[in-house]
């Protein structure tokens, strides 16, 4: 039997997971590998998976599996750890990955990737954005496990917008402020949330949203984010955001000024 590595992504309602097979190569993951309908996989510590049908028509490389003979979270918190990115020269513990918003689940469960947006944010710059008239409205997105070769669009995620937020960013809207979403899983959350008359409402489930120029932004003043390649599907929400002469000026002096991409890079703002 050959080894793979399983990413998890996230928990359906019905108890399944949503997986991606990888092959091994020592160091992260290298490509993504094909499954198969009805594919077993075994698990440390005795259970196994079993495939049984591709996430989205759009493709077969992420399957919705049952899991039997172990609870995941289980294993997850006795062999697993967080998803190595191939640029990274080693493991990173947990607490790496988690940024200063990070709330525990209880059942153990959250996002597959980090929502590295938030990563320059510390207790003590949020305390001074506050002293400063900032304010803060939490929104939930759980972010399943993007594909970096085929930058395909975000598949369906959990999200929740509860109502003190809606209240909060409505209440900013109608003052004048700006909304400023922390990362491009913020303004998933936010957008879902918003209805036609751009009126944020609390809300909470599943979103297939994808934030495009053609779509626009309802509510979203502007963001942070970090640097994507240039077939990322992130850029077409960037684009919704800024435009796309904006988003080429900023890329144009990343390059210049040698800034960071990816997960652990540098993070920039785009405003309307």
């Keep these: 039997d050959a080894r793979v590595v399983v990413h998890f992504s996230t928990r359906g309602d019905d108890g399944r997971w949503a997986v991606e097979l990888r092959e091994p190569d020592g160091r992260g993951t290298t490509r993504a590998r094909a499954g198969r309908r009805g594919e077993e996989v075994r698990l440390p510590g005795g259970g196994w998976l079993v495939l049984e049908e591709p996430l989205s028509a759009r493709g077969e490389r992420l399957w919705w599996a049952r899991a039997a003979g172990a609870e995941v979270p289980a294993v997850l918190r006795e062999h697993g750890r967080p998803i190595r990115y191939s640029y990274t020269e080693r493991d ?14 209880p059942d153990g469960t959250g996002s ?14 949020v305390a001074e954005l506050v002293s400063r008239g900032v304010q ?11 594909s970096a070769e085929a930058h395909e669009p975000p598949y369906p995620e959990r999200f929740r917008v509860p109502e003190a937020s809606a209240r909060l960013i409505n209440a900013a809207r109608a003052g004048g402020g700006r909304v400023v979403a922390v990362g491009t899983t ?15 409402r609390a809300r909470e489930g599943w ?20 640097l994507h390649e240039p077939e990322a599907s992130h850029l077409l929400m960037l684009e919704a955001v800024a435009g796309r002469a904006a988003i080429d000026r900023g890329y144009e002096e990343a390059v210049r000024g040698r800034y960071l991409w990816h997960e652990f890079g540098d993070v920039h703002l785009l405003l309307r």
């Design 92 to 105: 990173q513990p947990l607490s790496v990955y988690q940024t200063v918003f990070a709330l525990p689940s």
């Design 112 to 125: 597959a990737e980090m929502p590295s947006a938030a990563r320059p944010f510390t207790a003590r710059l």
């Design 186 to 200: 913020a303004v998933r959350a936010v957008e879902s949330a918003a209805g036609g008359d751009g009126v944020v």
């Design 136 to 146: 803060f409205a939490p929104v939930t997105l759980h972010t399943g496990v993007a």
């Design 207 to 226: 979103t297939g949203l994808v934030v495009t120029p053609e779509r626009g932004v309802r509510v979203v003043d502007g963001l942070l984010t970090g």
